[in-house]
């Protein structure tokens, strides 16, 4: 457990990586929005989202990861401590997207009568059905692209290509189950929250795979 | 090399470290009851491992030149001095005289003319000093 | 006592390569050893290998009586400069206080010391830093941590001379105050032989040689001189090499010169030299696997 917290401490020797960074870049895309106009503006938040896939490439798979074990993390524990951080970091940024989508309605869209925290289906519901969809879904990215970063570092590109391919079955028959659906947008017969489950469910398997990918990997 | 103060690769370092404690202790550098360097000053000094240095400390403990007093540290024990200029004395015919009169015969130099040169030296020299 | 590093049998395979060939040796604890030999000789898999960075293929490997690799309870207590060490993209600060998080025994004090002697400022960005200076941080987190097995890997890549004595110093300062597991590897075998109490000598993934770095000196002396008189002079003695030029010749000769052999040899108006320890160490390298003379001398 200490080697967990130590490795999470480690990954915060620079905190505005992880605190001020992606707040700031939430401000950018919001004020570029705000300044472009129009009355939707939901892919605005697709940043942050992606920001987190990428932090989990780069703190799992990038030199993190050696000098992390080079301090005497074990894989094990710096695997379980890098995404422990990632985890919290989305607990924190999926309550601050549920307050700030609630402080949009509130103040009517801002007095723009605009939409920035939402997006239709996904994050339009009650408070907390936008924080536990933002919570699963930053979680996920996260330990998926740590996952990424691990591949890479044990398998180089090659590795990194045979993933993919891996995975593009798997993607094909979620886009043909979606068109199969008829409607080509939301599932019909999954709510948000049980959308939300399955990602939940997602990412104890990418966690799984993660961790027996870092097992062997070395720096 | 970084200069090991006079120490060289022709033996092992601990027993040239006893060597010169030695060598201090009969030139009345270090005089009885005075406290030896430890091994950790002597370590510094020479830029050696310290458990190199306690080795060298350590055979002159074990012949009896040096004693330890607890807490404190290695001290030069009575009769040391007297003991080593004894043995030198012995020493001195073997590691001087004989290599003197090998290159002196080497050199054509007989024993007689050998006799002269060292008292021509001496008075020079105006007596030895100790 | 348990030796602090125990390695038995440790073989190492990649790709169809033999890094690491049937390894054994000790370690014993508060002891400085140096892990000597030629470049790609297996020093670095060794030192990988003990600080569970890569895994064995065969063998054992024990570190404080346990297995390193994934092994929290010795690797906090363990240490590993590496010449090539990666850094995340931040400064020197940073990587200073994510190491005081790990090493129980960390001093902060030593560590500012240690950047001061190299001129490395605390705020600087690691990848801004030059190869010495690298070397420096590396030096710096090594010796800091004060862990009870220190393991350095060539840690002196970009330092001069001057600096590599300045590490050379400090090293043996901060052992003699704190005492530890040092296992240092170098291929500049002169400058540090004063450090060790052990060497062991690594080729082409093997043990050539281990032995107390104290029985090594002047076991071997080159005798130079008129040719009658070295072959006089060594004659029934076992001698390594032997070279002549005209009149002269030049032997280097095994076991230990005592005075008498001194006087005798001045008699003859020979010159002894004895070897390095670096030129035992090249001779013990240059050995087919497993080749008796050097080895046979040198049990302690």
């Given amino acids: ?219 | ?130 | 006592m348990t030796p602090a590093i125990s390695v038995t049998g440790l073989t190492r395979r990649y790709h169809g390569e033999v890094a690491l060939d049937d390894v054994s040796l000790t370690v014993g604890a508060g002891t400085i050893t140096g892990l000597l030999g030629r470049n790609g000789a297996g020093k670095t898999t060794l030192l990988r290998i003990l600080a569970g960075q890569e895994f064995p293929s065969s063998g054992s490997v024990r570190v404080f009586g346990a297995a390193p690799a994934e092994n929290e309870g010795v690797l906090r207590r363990l240490v590993l400069v590496r010449e090539d060490q990666a850094y995340p993209d931040f400064k020197v600060c940073h990587a200073l206080r994510a190491a005081s998080f790990c090493y129980p025994n960390w001093d902060a004090g030593l560590a500012s010391s240690l950047l001061k002697d190299y001129g490395v400022r605390a705020g600087k960005a690691i990848k801004g830093l030059s190869r010495g200076q690298r070397s420096a941080l590396g030096i710096t987190i090594g010796l800091a941590a004060r862990a009870e097995v220190t393991l350095l890997d060539e840690p002196y890549a970009g330092l001069d001379a001057v600096a590599r004595q300045v590490f050379y110093d400090r090293l043996l300062a901060d052992f003699a105050a704190f005492p530890r597991t040092v296992l240092l590897s170098t291929h500049l075998i002169d400058e540090a032989a004063a450090l060790f109490e052990n060497v062991v000598v690594i080729d082409r993934g093997r043990v050539a040689l281990d032995a107390a770095a104290d029985g090594l000196r002047g076991m071997a002396t080159t005798v130079s001189g008129p040719v009658l008189a070295v072959d006089s002079f060594t004659a029934g003695r076992p001698v390594w090499e032997r070279r002549g030029l005209g009149s002269q010749a030049s032997v280097v000769m095994v076991g230990q010169v005592s005075g008498e052999d001194r006087e005798r040899a001045r008699s003859l108006g020979l010159d002894l030299t004895p070897l390095s320890l670096q030129q035992l160490v090249v001779r013990a390298s240059g050995q087919p696997a497993g080749a008796g003379s050097l080895t046979e001398r040198t049990r302690a």
Avoid: C
Avoid at chain 1, 64 to 85: D, H, I, Q
Avoid at chain 1, 159 to 178: E, N, S
């Fill in chain 2, 1 to 130: 090399m970084p200069e090991m103060a006079g120490l060289d690769e022709g033996g092992p370092l601990f027993a040239q470290v006893a060597e010169r404690l030695a060598g201090e202790i009969a030139a009345g550098g270090l005089a009885e009851g005075e406290r030896v360097p430890s091994a950790n000053e002597l370590a510094a000094f020479y830029r050696i491992n310290p458990a190199t240095a306690a080795k060298g400390i350590n055979v002159l403990a074990d012949e009896g030149l040096l004693e330890k007093r607890r807490g404190i540290g290695m001290f030069v024990a009575a009769g040391a001095r007297a003991t080593l200029l004894a043995r030198r004395r012995a020493e001195f015919t073997e590691r001087y005289v004989r290599p003197l009169l090998t290159e002196a015969i080497r050199l054509g130099i007989d024993p007689g003319e050998l006799v002269a040169l060292v008292m021509e030296s001496s008075g020079e020299r105006g007596g030895v000093a100790v």
């Fill in chain 1, 1 to 219: 457990m200490n080697a967990m917290i130590n490795v999470a401490r480690y990954h915060l020797v620079q905190p505005a990586l992880f605190v001020t960074l992606p707040l700031a870049m939430l401000a950018f895309v919001f004020a570029v929005n705000a300044a472009r106009g129009g009355d939707t503006w939901r892919d605005g938040l697709a940043v942050i989202f992606l920001y987190f896939f990428i932090m989990g490439v780069q703190r799992a798979g990038g030199r993190w990861l050696p000098f992390g074990l080079a301090l005497g993390a074990t894989r094990r524990s710096f695997y379980a401590g890098t995404a422990l951080l990632g985890v919290s970091m989305s607990f924190l940024y999926g309550l601050v997207i549920a307050g700030l989508q609630a402080i949009e309605r509130a103040t009517g869209g801002w007095g723009l009568s605009t939409t920035f925290f939402r997006v239709p289906y996904l994050l339009n519901g009650p408070w907390y059905a936008t924080f536990l969809t933002s919570f699963a879904g930053l979680s996920a990215l996260f330990v998926y692209g740590m996952w990424y970063g691990i591949v890479n570092r044990r398998w180089g590109m090659l590795g990194l290509l045979a993933f993919v391919a891996v995975q593009v079955p798997a993607g094909i028959a979620v886009a043909f189950a979606r068109t199969w659906s008829g409607v080509g947008g939301p599932h019909p017969s999954l709510s948000a929250l049980d959308l939300t489950g399955v990602i939940a469910a997602l990412t104890v398997v990418i966690l799984a795979g993660g961790h027996a990918t870092i097992r062997r990997a070395t720096v």
